[in-house]
């Protein structure tokens, strides 16, 4: 595409789910959630950078070894072997960082199997995808592991390195945890099963997991929300650029009419 012709939705956009991190830089900039669509794999690795490395290779260490039964099945050195296949240390600022972040995966990795070997759960699932339709508007969002404990109860899991976990009260109002939880809520598969349904949130820094429950009153909240904020996507023509201090770490910036000036 050139410089000069307008960048436009892809065609399919509108029969695609949205995801919240699809809303969420729509909600920061409209622009960069037009300009997304339009990423190359040399910028996206550009501004990914060390921490979204470390979580990278974490989390998929993780569901390699879910996808052999969890820690209670697997040697702990499954979980380091599956952080050094999957680790992009070239993505840190300098060595120094990788040198820090790599460590910091293995520790993370090493608590977590000291933590869980002894829990033995059934996998139902990994990287899970799940879509419904709210408001006449399909969505989207993926757990990274799906549990069974043996009295029954689902546990829906996604992982967290960050160093500051989100709050059980914020994690209410964070737009991707609620569509986790209201897509967990109506999956038809579990639906009509009498299974009780927990998502959680990780933090492997923490050692510890976050529940979000949502009340009704909360639930039609967020319901209400993730409609008028698709309604609105859908009506935007413009897609005018938000200058903002979240420029500095824009994946799309060197695209923004903005910054071309």
């Not at 029969?15 to 919240?20: D, E, G, R």
């Not at 998929?60 to 952080?83: E, H, I």
């Not at 989100?166 to 964070?174: A, G, H, K, P, Y």
Request: net charge neutral.
């Amino acid at each position: 595409m050139s410089a000069e012709e307008p960048y436009q939705l892809p065609p399919e956009f509108r029969q695609q789910p949205l995801s919240a991190r699809v809303l969420e830089d729509y909600a920061v900039c409209p622009r960069k959630f037009l300009l997304s669509f339009f990423v190359n794999r040399d910028d996206e690795r550009r501004f990914r950078g060390g921490p979204a490395a470390l979580h990278d290779a974490v989390r998929k260490a993780l569901m390699d070894c879910y996808n052999l039964g969890g820690p209670a099945a697997t040697d702990l050195q499954v979980l380091l072997d599956g952080f050094e296949a999957h680790w992009q240390g070239d993505l840190c600022t300098d060595s120094v960082e990788e040198e820090q972040l790599h460590e910091q995966g293995l520790k993370l990795l090493r608590d977590y199997h000291e933590d869980h070997r002894e829990r033995p759960v059934g996998v139902l699932a990994t990287d899970q995808r799940r879509e419904a339709t709210i408001a006449g508007q399909a969505f989207v969002a993926v757990a990274d592991v799906v549990l069974r404990l043996p009295d029954g109860t689902l546990e829906v899991i996604r992982f967290v390195t960050a160093r500051r976990p989100l709050s059980e009260d914020e994690l209410r109002t964070d737009l991707s945890a609620q569509l986790l939880w209201l897509l967990t809520q109506e999956a038809s598969a579990w639906a009509r099963t009498s299974w009780t349904r927990h998502v959680l949130f990780y933090s492997l820094r923490q050692r510890r997991a976050r529940e979000i429950a949502l009340t009704p009153d909360e639930a039609a909240a967020a319901r209400r929300d993730l409609a008028s904020r698709a309604a609105r996507i859908l009506r935007e023509t413009d897609f005018t650029p938000i200058k903002g201090k979240y420029c500095r770490w824009c994946r799309v910036r060197n695209r923004c009419p903005l910054w071309q000036r």
